[in-house]
């Protein structure tokens, strides 16, 4: 039995055009290299440091 | 690839050739990327949608740099109706590489076209108002604000699912199943709508379970139905025809034009053009009438005119006839001047009756008698008892000369200019008279000489010159010797000429009182 506000929920407001260059702005494009290089920069300094 | 800390060209090595860094995990993680592109990629092509962006999600979360990844997902966005999804994705990849990248004519592509642009914006925001309907309970007018949405943006997948969720929510299954079906067309995987569509299929097994006999009969009817019909949406409208119906084309439909116009004009021949013309007979009767008022006023005005003409042409005719009168050839004034005439020659010679005489002769007596002024008649008789007698007995020698001399025309002329002016005296002499109408005989005149003599006897009864006349009339078939009539024997006459001798039974003059013998002018016989 589907439940329509359970399902509503699913429902997201869709971007509009006005808001495009606010959500670009505001996009998240950190990815899993950048994560990789963090590490590996931490592991390196940590290295020298020592 | 390039080295993450130097941005040298990697080789196939686990490290940088250019700085030495380690780059095998920054390796994997960029072939994750790559193989997590082409897997999605992979469903793209099958039109799963739905798990290409998952896949091509996942990419650029291993590689945000992957350029080919966010381009597909953009196209993926774009395909599914998400265009400001799809623009953020084009332009975040044109951010990481600016050129030779499909971005910017995926970019150009939408800016090319405002109107569409605009249209899918307004598509947008009017689909995030029927959510808000939905939130708020409004689902009719959500269902309402739905069907617009996708009317302008046929592939807005969440607008179509959207809509199937409030048509499973009013059981209107088969609503419901069209508009996932709509979905599955767009995107095989949604899995919103295999969710949705298994949903359906369960609850309408449920109801075909639960019918009766009849029910199921009434349902394979409908099946029957079904399949004996096609149904499919145009916008809006959901059309049902026969599986088997053929659209009319090429001549069949010419002749449904043709017989369609023939009952168009038909229907114009027999309903309308009898009100168009008993609409143009109003009219024109309607001016017929006016212009036959207008007529007869105008052919009474007309009559009205002909009539002052006519009374106008009457009272010219008279005003002309009394202009003539005064003025003509027998006018007042030319009478006036005769008289005026006869006065001046008597002032002038006294003595000379004659010229008195010839102005006096001009002069109508009958007018002088009758419609002259009393003064004018006065004076009239005055200049005549002037001259009168004396010119009348000197024209009575001169007529009896002529009658003499056998020219009767000359006498005639003399006689009756004697007994114009004898005539206007106290005593006229009918022997002038008498001579006249023995002139009239002589000269052939016979109805004239009878009237004049029984003028004579009726003027002068008691006279010798009645007497005369009455033989004169009692003779039938008087001969020309009755020209010796002519002469003239007046015993009380003035001096006479000498005349030949007459009968003694003509032209004897008694009674005349006038014994002196006068010696006047004698008138010219013949004037």
Known sequence: MINFDEELKKFHPSLEVEDAERAIHQHDLSDMADVIVGILKDERQQSDDE | MKCYNCGAE????????????DVSNYKKVIYMSHRLYNDGLEKANVRDLSGAIASLRESLKFDKTNVEARNLLGLVYF???????????????KNFRSKKNLADDYIEAVQSNPARLDAINQSIKKYNLALKYCHQDSKDLAVIQLKKVLSQNPRLIQGHL???????DS???????????????????????????KYIEDMTNTEDEEGSSGKRRKNDQKVRA???????????????????MREPRGASSILNI???????VAVSYFLILPARVQMARNGMNEELKTIGDNSDAKSARITELEQNVEALEQEKTRLQTAIDDYTGENGESL??????????????NPDDAGALADALYNIDKDYVDSLASDAYRQLYYKLMKLAGEKVASSLYESGSTSINQSDYTTAITTLEKAWYFSSALEEPDPEILYLLANAYKQAGETDRAKQTYQNV???????????????????????????????SERQSAPAQQQTQEQPADDNVREGNDTDSAETTDVMPAAE
Do not use: H
Not at chain 2, 460 to 485: H, I, M, V, W, Y
């Open chain 2, 457 to 487: 006897i009726s003027t002068f009864p008691q006279s010798e010159a009645a007497k005369k006349a009455t033989e004169r009339l009692a003779e039938n078939g008087d001969s020309a010797d009755e020209g010796a009539d002519t002469s």
């Open chain 2, 226 to 244: 079904a399949d004996s019909a096609v149904t499919y949406t145009s916008g809006n409208e959901v059309i049902i025809q026969p599986a088997d």
């Open chain 2, 171 to 197: 059981e209107q299954w088969n609503k419901a199943r069209r508009e996932v079906d709509k979905v599955l067309v767009i995107d095989v995987g949604n899995t919103m709508a295999l969710t949705y569509r």
């Open chain 2, 162 to 168: 959207l809509l199937a969720l409030l048509y499973l």
């Open chain 2, 79 to 93: 395909e599914m109706g998400d265009v400001v999804g799809a623009l953020m994705e084009w332009v975040i990849s």
């Open chain 2, 258 to 264: 043709l017989i369609g116009l023939i009952i168009g």
């Open chain 2, 335 to 348: 009478k006036v001047d005769s008289l005026l005439q006869a006065s001046k020659n008597y002032l002038d």
């Open chain 2, 10 to 21: 990697l080789s196939e090595k686990n490290f940088c050739t250019a700085c030495g860094e």
